[in-house]
């Protein structure tokens, strides 16, 4: 029996991710959530922040499913978590990440001012320095081998971050940066939920062989934990940038590899694990974790974010292909 996960349509870098116009409202992802429109935008910032009420919002085109971005002039965004009660991420709020900004050889978030909740928009939500650049497509990559290069060389700044002296000692755990184990019964679950759609025999092989394998035990490492091609900021196909951390903090630097399968070809692959210096554990984790956050994103954002359901299916047929590839 053979199994597919559908086409890749062809999807171009959205440039400096504006989509030109103005949506109406924001498309919702999850249930529960703000209206949130570029007029919402542009009241909050009138409202609060009035020395930037004269300038131009404008919508991001974004894949992410946590916050909705708006772009505030030439060198501002603001960013607008899509749920009440929420908050800016802590890692923004009580500036971890100005102090780890120095230590990363490519810019990262800096947060400029952080609004606060109101009867209309119930979650503090937060103003940052706009970076400029592309986010990259996966199968669409100008410059594989060289945005591989740069990728590996960003990872090994940041895993071998001296937490000491950047004031990250004892921060709260990066998000899935835990052990395989703690993934394990949301994946197998997701697997049962797309058999018929996908090769859920291999893909509870690559998950059952990743699960065996010895768990990190290395020194404390600061993570990314959620390198996916949204995360990512190109110019003129180099690394320009790295975005959203919220997910980072101490954990598995084989979380950090998953941009190996969620966005390089084949081809750049080897050159960057040898780049990243990955063992073959760490390797073989590291694709486990990508299939299981693939497959998640699959299951749940097939009929909500086109963008993220593109990546998943790529994603998937990648892992498979590297899983047979070896097997054969």
Known sequence: MTFSVG?????????????????????????????????????????????????????????????????????????????????????????????????????????????????????????????????????????????????????????????????LVDRPPAYRGGPLADQHEFTIDVIEQLRGLIDTTAARAIWDHAARLPRWDGPQTWIHADMMPGNVVTRNGRLAAVIDFAAAGPGDPSQDLIVAWMLLPASARPAFRRATGADDATWLRGRARALSMALGHLDYYCDTNPVMADNARYTIREILADYHGIRD
């Open 7 to 167: 086409s890749l349509p062809g999807r171009p870098a959205r440039q400096g991710y504006t989509t030109p116009g103005v949506r109406v409202q924001a498309p919702k992802l999850h249930a529960g959530e703000i209206d949130i429109s570029a007029g919402l935008a542009a009241r909050l910032i009138a409202g609060q922040f009035p020395q930037w009420a004269g300038l131009p919002v404008r919508p991001v085109s974004s894949a992410g499913t946590e916050c909705v971005l708006y772009r505030l002039g030439h060198n501002l965004v603001i960013r607008l978590p899509r749920r009440p009660g929420e908050s800016l991420d802590a890692i923004l709020t009580q500036g971890v990440l100005s102090r780890l900004a120095p230590l990363l050889p490519v810019p990262v978030p800096a947060l400029i001012a952080e609004g606060r909740p109101t009867a209309q928009y119930p979650a503090s939500w937060g103003v940052l320095r706009w970076l400029d650049g592309d986010t990259p497509v996966e199968g669409h990559l100008a410059e594989p081998d060289l945005l591989a290069e740069d990728l590996a060389g960003f990872l090994r700044a940041l895993w071998t971050v001296d937490l000491s002296k950047a004031d």
